[in-house]
């Protein structure tokens, strides 16, 4: 286990929390997961996988890195530094995510 994982896990409990939390001061049943230049959003998410689906996809990102480094370490470079970057910018744009849709109400 990489240092980075224990950064990775508190990211993963970061974003479930912030789902137990923001999840009942969301009232709508879709959420804007991305704006254009004006602020205006270009597109949105059933609640409950702009929610929940996050924490799929950080373990599917961090399964790929280890399913590399595993099978294919001569091409993997920094794994330890990627998990922690993409750690900390996952639980980070969710909490922006979820912040701006309680906030659209």
Known sequence: ???ADYVFGLAL???V???FYFGPRIQGERIAMQWDPNGQPTWYAPKRLAMW???AFMAAVRLLIWLASTY???HVHG???GIFIFSLIA???HL???TKARATL
Request: aromatic share 4%; glycine share 8%.
């Open 53 to 55: 689906g996050m924490i």
């Open 1 to 3: 286990m990489l240092p």
């Open 96 to 98: 922006f995510i979820l």
């Open 79 to 81: 794994a330890e530094l």
């Open 72 to 74: 294919a370490p001569q």
């Open 91 to 93: 639980a980070g744009s």
């Open 13 to 15: 409990a970061m974003v």
């Open 17 to 19: 929390a912030l789902n």
